[in-house]
């Protein structure tokens, strides 16, 4: 097999893998009471600074951009919201529509130069142009997909973990999520859902800017990498402080006595080695299909994995009208991937 032919397939094994773990990674986390989230949020991305920290030594620590952390600034601002999402509407409709937005944004970035990117040239620019508008189509397609979530989630019947094992026993159990009315719930999930799904699609910006820029002698990062896994450690490092820095906020604004989940630790941790090693993969994709390719690709696929994650193992989705709104939405956003995918062919 020609080295061209062994990078493909590496491109696309890496794509299916971080499919598969993107679609899977918050799994662990629905079993267990979570709270807001915030306390969630810094264990996750703990374990993945450990991860890009092995990687960094793997790779013989390549040089360390601190534009890079700025992407992972941008994404952990975004996840400070999954766990409001997931309690409002549910895993498999909330990583739906947060892929959607996450495909539209990282796709009109790059192909239109946003952000002092090179605009990406594609061979048929029709067939682009039709994929991205398949994937705003579907992403309003799922907004009436309807996720069962029940409503009183800090009762003792439903998550006893919360009144048994929260440190903090004088306050309140119920997050402020846990206390908003069901219309309020839909609105508010999807409403942080895109927010998320727009933040999460602008994280590789910084790294591609670096690339971009390397091949001017003029500019500051002449001559840094092309080799998109060299700048993970920079970019979960940005990650890392930021969900830190928030924490601290946090803890700040609950006069040092935040809402802290002992059981959640574990899965949480968990949780993060998943997508760190997940958003590994998209890196070596990035560099092995270009993210022109990898890019519609695995942003579609992980909303097929968590929806039948939702359906069979949390019976969040139901009915026959949801089931048939989400094979909708699935066919629609995977034609739409496959369009703009092989316009670039």
Same mark, same amino acid.
């Given at each position: 097999?020609?080295?061209?032919? =062994?990078?493909?397939?590496?491109?696309?094994?890496?794509?299916?893998?971080?499919?598969?773990?993107?679609?899977?990674?918050?799994?662990?986390?629905?079993?267990?009471?979570?709270?807001?989230?915030?306390?969630?949020?810094?264990?996750?991305?703990?374990?993945?600074?450990?991860?890009?920290?092995?990687?960094?030594?793997?790779?013989?620590?390549?040089?360390?951009?601190?534009?890079?952390?700025?992407?992972?600034?941008?994404?952990?601002?975004?996840?400070?919201?999954?766990?409001?999402?997931?309690?409002?509407?549910?895993?498999?409709?909330?990583?739906?529509?947060?892929?959607?937005?996450?495909?539209?944004?990282?796709?009109?970035?790059?192909?239109?130069?946003?952000?002092?990117?090179?605009?990406?040239?594609?061979?048929?620019?029709?067939?682009?142009?039709?994929?991205?508008?398949?994937?705003?189509?579907?992403?309003?397609?799922?907004?009436?997909?309807?996720?069962?979530?029940?409503?009183?989630?800090?009762?003792?019947?439903?998550?006893?973990?919360?009144?048994?094992?929260?440190?903090?026993?004088?306050?309140?159990?119920?997050?402020?999520?846990?206390?908003?009315?069901?219309?309020?719930?839909?609105?508010?999930?999807?409403?942080?859902?895109?927010?998320?799904?727009?933040?999460?699609?602008?994280?590789?910006?910084?790294?591609?800017?670096?690339?971009?820029?390397?091949?001017?002698?003029?500019?500051?990062?002449?001559?840094?990498?092309?080799?998109?896994?060299?700048?993970?450690?920079?970019?979960?490092?940005?990650?890392?402080?930021?969900?830190?820095?928030?924490?601290?906020?946090?803890?700040?604004?609950?006069?040092?006595?935040?809402?802290?989940?002992?059981? =959640?630790?574990?899965?949480?941790?968990?949780?993060?080695?998943?997508?760190?090693?997940?958003?590994?993969?998209?890196?070596?994709?990035?560099?092995?299909?270009?993210?022109?390719?990898?890019?519609?690709?695995?942003?579609?696929?992980?909303?097929?994995?968590?929806?039948?994650?939702?359906?069979?193992?949390?019976?969040?989705?139901?009915?026959?009208?949801?089931?048939?709104?989400?094979?909708?939405?699935?066919?629609?956003?995977?034609?739409?991937?496959?369009?703009? =995918?092989?316009?670039?062919?």
């Amino acid at each position: 097999m020609s080295n061209n032919g =062994a990078d493909l397939t590496f491109g696309y094994i890496s794509c299916f893998v971080a499919i598969l773990l993107f679609g899977s990674n918050f799994v662990p986390l629905k079993k267990f009471d979570t709270g807001d989230g915030m306390f969630l949020q810094w264990v996750l991305c703990a374990a993945i600074w450990l991860v890009a920290l092995v990687v960094n030594l793997i790779l013989r620590c390549p040089k360390f951009w601190p534009f890079a952390m700025l992407g992972g600034c941008i994404w952990a601002t975004g996840n400070i919201a999954v766990v409001p999402i997931i309690k409002t509407i549910g895993l498999g409709l909330g990583i739906l529509i947060w892929g959607s937005f996450n495909a539209l944004t990282g796709w009109a970035s790059s192909r239109f130069g946003w952000f002092g990117l090179d605009a990406e040239e594609v061979s048929n620019p029709l067939l682009n142009y039709v994929g991205a508008g398949l994937s705003v189509v579907s992403a309003f397609i799922f907004l009436f997909i309807k996720s069962e979530i029940p409503n009183n989630t800090c009762s003792m019947d439903t998550t006893p973990l919360i009144t048994e094992h929260v440190i903090n026993t004088t306050q309140d159990p119920c997050s402020w999520v846990d206390k908003l009315s069901t219309v309020h719930h839909r609105i508010v999930g999807c409403s942080l859902a895109v927010i998320s799904g727009v933040l999460y699609g602008s994280t590789f910006v910084p790294i591609i800017y670096i690339k971009d820029h390397s091949k001017r002698n003029d500019s500051i990062y002449a001559g840094a990498s092309q080799y998109d896994l060299d700048y993970v450690f920079a970019h979960f490092s940005g990650i890392f402080l930021t969900s830190t820095v928030y924490f601290l906020a946090y803890c700040i604004a609950m006069k040092n006595s935040p809402k802290l989940y002992p059981e =959640a630790v574990l899965p949480g941790f968990l949780s993060g080695v998943l997508w760190a090693i997940a958003t590994c993969c998209w890196f070596i994709a990035n560099h092995s299909l270009s993210a022109v390719v990898s890019f519609p690709i695995i942003t579609a696929g992980p909303g097929f994995i968590a929806a039948m994650w939702g359906v069979f193992m949390f019976k969040e989705i139901k009915g026959l009208q949801n089931y048939l709104l989400m094979i909708l939405a699935f066919c629609i956003i995977l034609t739409g991937a496959l369009c703009t =995918a092989f316009s670039k062919i």
